[in-house]
């Protein structure tokens, strides 16, 4: 088993966190509430009333748990490449895009039971609105910070309540998992010149970019359907008796349009997003495989 790949992996996803934090805070906003008619409103609707710290709500729970999704997500993947790989092949020879593709399932939907209830989190505070500046009343505020918002639900909802949204999360990253690892490898085999071993690092920054794009492309439906459910009966009536009724509602009530309502800004968020977790992901797998070689950083 590759135990470097859960390594390098949490710490790729603790830097994305950070890089794509603030237009994710967008995206919820605009998938949950009708106040914001578009991204440009949202974002200068958030900063007039909350400040720049509205686009960091409920941030320090997605950093641990990102670290450990991360980690599984990458950990996963390869080594269930080198298990299809060992099965099909003696010699573990070039795994082919359909192991690739089926590998990248496997650790999208891996990854869910880890990644719910940091997600739900996450949803209900970049969805809490008032504002906490200096003088205002904290009674206004329903979640104080993520561990009070984790308390509460569960108090409120029980500990399911914590995995209200884990169907679509897994329906989501099962197919863009595997549109991302296949995206990426692809366009890296596509531009690494014959006889090198690995790509240049612009090109892995180049399709670790397109790869977030892609897989968010497959992703988006379901992810206006999971961030729905999660906030459902929180701010007003609870409208969706389920997974079902939450697609047939909205389509009847918005149109088709509505699941790729937050495309665009998924998209810009995912490039330099993703950009920076696979090069971050490559730079610690080669210096860690490195160390364990005893043959310094970056050889091969």
């Not at 135990?3 to 998938?31: E, H, M, N, W």
């Not at 809490?128 to 009070?148: L, W």
Request: proline share 4%.
């Amino acid at each position: 088993m590759y135990f470097i790949d859960f390594v390098s992996g949490s710490f790729a996803g603790c830097c994305g966190v950070v890089v794509g934090y603030p237009l994710d805070t967008v995206k919820v906003r605009i998938q949950t509430q009708k106040q914001y008619t578009g991204i440009w409103q949202c974002v200068t609707s958030t900063f007039l009333k909350e400040g720049a710290h509205g686009f960091f709500k409920g941030m320090s729970l997605p950093i641990t748990t990102m670290s450990l999704t991360s980690s599984v997500v990458f950990g996963t993947y390869r080594n269930c490449l080198l298990c299809l790989s060992q099965v099909q092949r003696a010699n573990c020879g070039p795994n082919t895009k359909l192991e690739i593709f089926i590998s990248g399932l496997a650790a999208g939907i891996a990854q869910t039971s880890v990644m719910a209830p940091g997600d739900m989190v996450k949803v209900r505070l970049q969805c809490q609105t008032e504002a906490r500046r200096k003088g205002a009343n904290m009674h206004k505020t329903r979640y104080h910070g993520p561990v009070h918002c984790l308390l509460q639900i569960i108090k409120e909802e029980g500990f399911q309540g914590l995995y209200k949204g884990a169907l679509p999360l897994m329906l989501r990253d099962g197919p863009s998992y595997a549109t991302y690892f296949l995206t990426y490898t692809t366009i890296c085999e596509w531009f690494t010149e014959s006889g090198k071993k690995r790509p240049d690092w612009s090109v892995i920054m180049l399709a670790g970019g397109t790869a977030g794009m892609a897989g968010w492309t497959v992703g988006t439906p379901m992810d206006v359907i999971k961030a729905r459910l999660q906030m459902d009966g929180v701010q007003e009536t609870k409208r969706y008796k389920g997974f079902f009724h939450c697609v047939a509602d909205t389509l009847r009530a918005e149109g088709a349009g509505v699941f790729f309502r937050s495309l665009g800004i998924n998209c810009l968020r995912a490039f330099p997003t993703n950009m920076v977790v696979l090069s971050t992901y490559e730079v610690f797998t080669s210096v860690l495989r490195s160390a364990a070689d005893g043959t310094g950083p970056f050889k091969t």
